[in-house]
């Protein structure tokens, strides 16, 4: 039991860490900043905060360990070591990846009105809710990837 309610909380922490920095890296991209130099600005500008949230959730289950109760003790640890391992990973692969999937066109959206593939740099979103649109025709975009 302990080890299932361990895996959603951390898959659910970990994800959440690279969700940033990809949003961050497409916002800076958004703005009109060749890759690298997005990736820099994303890892320099979200690190500090992502290391601190990470620290404080860490922390907090590290809590545990004054527990009485054996199972909790060794829970507050296990999700300390793994938000941290969540942490490490995401600052480490995250970036790498990205620049891969921007150097090999894996980011990509589909235009059925212009009837061509439109990378992921070259798109705005004009609000949160709003349809992604062709830099073209204006059309909604379909994602491939």
Request: net charge positive; with cysteine; hydrophobic share 45%.
């Amino acid at each position: 039991m302990l080890s299932v309610t361990m895996n959603s909380i951390i898959i659910g922490v970990g994800i959440d860490f690279s969700i940033h920095i990809i949003e961050r890296y497409k916002e800076e991209r958004r703005k009109g900043l060749p890759p690298e130099d997005a990736l820099t600005v994303t890892t320099t500008s979200i690190g500090k905060s992502l290391m601190t949230t990470a620290n404080t959730t860490a922390f907090g289950f590290l809590a545990m360990v004054v527990s009485p109760f054996p199972l909790f003790q060794w829970f507050g640890i296990m999700a300390f070591l793994a938000i941290m391992f969540s942490l490490f990973s995401t600052l480490v692969m995250v970036p790498p990846l990205l620049n891969i999937a921007e150097r090999y066109g894996l980011c990509r959206y589909y235009c059925p009105t212009c009837n061509k593939n439109v990378k992921c740099s070259q798109i705005s979103m004009e609000g949160f809710f709003e349809h992604i649109k062709c830099p073209d025709c204006l059309h909604s975009l379909i994602n491939k990837g």
